[in-house]
């Protein structure tokens, strides 16, 4: 069955440029989740969805970071005014449920963007 | 503070001997999950192993298996037999009910024949 994909793989912006990421969970995963890895480190938190509800977006680390799941599926993360330390890979996850801690999360294979 | 420590930046072990990762974590909250994922050099996360706050035995998966200490906090890593295929980068993970994974800054494995 398919998985979590994300698109684009790669993505050079330079700075200032807005960009979009997009993933698609498996289907029918309530939950969604977007971390950060920077290079060498462990993926960071972002934000999470349940369904189309953003219930946390405490790990936005600015202003210029927003991320939308209009329908409970699809979400896109979009970085406005792209700078050089947005660098990283965004990892996007989808999990059946939310509360229980139990729950595994996917991932997808990432974006690697890149700001110049 | 930080809620998952992996002391071990990189670990060096030959085809088919045993490793231990290492993790540590930090919570007050007592239902939460830990888990074990590899990310290979390709950058995708595969999820390896899981073991409830509530657990009452070790989580085995296949040459997984997670060595929980609850009262030491800790949940380390168990590779059997080791496989060249294995080397990769390998995070701990902590979940508490309804949040998001924190992840540690993992562990480089490198096998060698």
């Known amino acids: 069955g398919a998985g979590v994909s994300q698109s684009p793989r790669y993505k050079v912006a330079k700075r200032g440029q807005d960009v979009a990421l997009r993933c698609d969970p498996i289907s029918g995963h309530v939950s969604l989740f977007w971390y950060q890895q920077a290079l060498g480190q462990g993926p960071e938190f972002l934000t999470y969805?349940?369904?189309?509800?953003?219930?946390?977006k405490s790990g936005l680390p600015s202003d210029r970071f927003f991320a939308e799941r209009p329908e409970g599926s699809v979400s896109t993360l979009k970085i406005q005014r792209t700078q050089q330390e947005d660098s990283a890979v965004y990892l996007c996850?989808?999990?059946?449920?939310?509360?229980?801690?139990?729950?595994?999360?996917?991932f997808g294979p990432g974006t690697r963007l890149t700001v110049t | 503070a930080q809620k998952i420590t992996q002391t071990q930046p990189g670990m060096f072990v030959q085809e088919k001997e045993a490793v231990t990762l290492d993790c540590t974590y930090d919570?007050?909250?007592?239902?939460?999950?830990l888990f074990w994922y590899k990310q290979p050099s390709s950058g995708e996360m595969i999820f390896l192993i899981y073991q409830g706050s509530y657990d009452q035995q070790n989580a085995t998966e296949g040459r997984y298996s997670l060595n929980f200490q609850k009262a030491r906090k800790s949940a380390n890593l168990v590779i059997s037999a080791s496989q060249l295929g294995d080397s990769a980068m390998y995070f701990c993970?902590?979940?508490?009910?309804?949040?998001?994974?924190?992840f540690g800054k993992g562990t480089t494995l490198s096998v060698s024949s």
């Open positions: 969805f349940q369904n189309e509800a953003q219930l946390d």
């Open positions: 993970a902590m979940r508490e009910a309804g949040t998001a994974l924190i």
């Open positions: 996850a989808s999990s059946l449920e939310a509360a229980p801690a139990t729950y595994e999360q996917y």
């Open positions: 919570t007050s909250d007592p239902s939460y999950g």
